[in-house]
């Protein structure tokens, strides 16, 4: 009797380039049909040109996609496995038993507890995910040792996945919340313990939808905390900034130059360090963000040319700027903001605020251009259905831009 494996991208209807369609597996055995899907990322639809049909595969050799076709050749690899292992019992099998085989889908058992889950989650879900920058997988590791340790500390590490109810999920927020000199621990404010609590949910979201739990414990659970007023970079400390003399610094030049960059494209430090010369054409750039893997798209400034034209040339990978630690670039931003006196911390994302308050000044308020310039997501906007970003309007935008921070520095 013949058994058949197939990977395919699942979508009902046309492909669309801002939608992310998953990749989905069906194994056909004694006339019967299964399928599953896979723990592989969805793609958009625009990466959907660079599969193919035939050999099931991508055929890109970016390094996601190297990584998506590696795991899809071990799913068959494990198909052949179980077939010649299960030789003699393949009439007594089902399609839905080897699609549980190959997902490594198990029932819940008493091994599961809810200090492995959480561990497998890091290790499975969330380390292997291209998608995610690695500052946001350390803030996952963080938020799941927290959450180990309270496990430990409250004697629940035993409790299996099943048993964990909301009445402990409020114990873990109050745990967070206070300080304890017995385990050495510092309480966390608001924020922190939001932001702990935002990358537990998914843990509990998936072992929902995976049907091992009959309700998520953090549903309806909410972790409240007062948002504090970060300071801002004004136009006089950018200016200050922009013209300060560093002969006698000449180390922090560098680290200036990036943080100026940044301030005028908004670009997260670890996207504009990565810049190459073949993603600017044109006279514009358009990148996905490593945060969000949106699309940013941006023609550069006058002032953001000439920066670049200190380093042309003189840089390896053929990158436009040099390239630092992020923990040596902001600690040279507060020498940088010493010598200017400007009285508070500067940081690359104070650079990012900056950027948007310009966007504003310059007058530029169409929401779909601002997040075009900025990479925000555009999937509750209805005009990005109807409108279209061309060129033109971007050119409008960056001459707006463009004599806004002329006016700034004269």
């Not at 052949?80 to 019992?89: A, F, K, S, V």
């Not at 507890?113 to 959480?118: K, Y």
Request: charged share 30%; aromatic share 12%; net charge positive.
């Amino acid at each position: 009797m013949a058994t058949t494996l197939k990977f395919y991208i699942n979508a009902r209807k046309k492909f669309e380039d801002n939608k992310r369609y998953p990749i989905y597996l069906r194994v056909i055995h004694n006339r019967k049909k299964a399928e599953g899907k896979t723990s592989l990322n969805p793609i958009y639809g625009f990466e959907v040109g660079n599969w193919i049909e035939v050999s099931q595969r991508f055929s890109s050799k970016d390094k996601k996609y190297l990584s998506y076709n590696l795991f899809i050749n071990a799913i068959e690899n494990e198909f052949h496995n179980y077939l010649r292992d299960h030789n003699t019992q393949m009439a007594t099998k089902t399609p839905h038993e080897i699609i549980d085989h190959l997902l490594s889908r198990v029932k819940a058992d008493d091994k599961l507890t809810i200090f492995s889950a959480i561990h497998d989650f890091y290790e499975n879900d969330i380390l292997p995910d291209v998608d995610k920058a690695p500052g946001t997988k350390n803030n996952y590791k963080r938020s799941v040792t927290h959450f180990s340790n309270f496990l430990k500390h409250t004697k629940l590490d035993r409790l299996h996945v099943t048993e964990f109810k909301r009445q402990h999920a409020s114990k873990f927020i109050a745990y967070l919340k206070k300080p304890s000199k017995k385990y050495n621990k510092i309480a966390l404010n608001g924020q922190s313990v939001h932001s702990v609590v935002k990358n537990i949910k998914p843990f509990f979201t998936k072992l929902f939808l995976e049907e091992q739990i009959t309700r998520n414990p953090f549903l309806g659970i909410k972790t409240t905390f007062k948002r504090t007023e970060k300071p801002r970079l004004t136009n006089d400390n950018f200016k200050s900034i922009v013209e300060l003399d560093l002969s006698n610094n000449p180390k922090l030049d560098v680290y200036r130059d990036l943080f100026v960059f940044l301030c005028y494209t908004g670009l997260s430090y670890c996207d504009a360090t990565d810049l190459r010369y073949s993603d600017i054409k044109h006279g514009y750039f358009s990148i996905q963000r490593k945060k969000s893997s949106v699309q940013t798209k941006q023609f550069l400034m006058k002032q953001t040319i000439s920066l670049l034209g200190k380093y042309e040339g003189q840089l390896p990978e053929q990158r436009i700027l040099p390239k630092r630690s992020l923990d040596k670039m902001n600690l040279n931003l507060k020498l940088i903001a010493a010598l200017t006196g400007i009285e508070f911390s500067l940081s690359t994302y104070t650079a990012r605020r900056f950027f948007r308050q310009s966007i504003h000044e310059a007058g530029i308020r169409e929401s779909l251009v601002v997040k075009t310039l900025m990479g925000h997501t555009r999937t509750n906007d209805i005009d990005s259905h109807y409108f279209y970003i061309d060129d033109a309007i971007l050119i409008k935008a960056k001459k707006r831009l463009q004599k806004h921070f002329r006016r700034i520095v004269q």
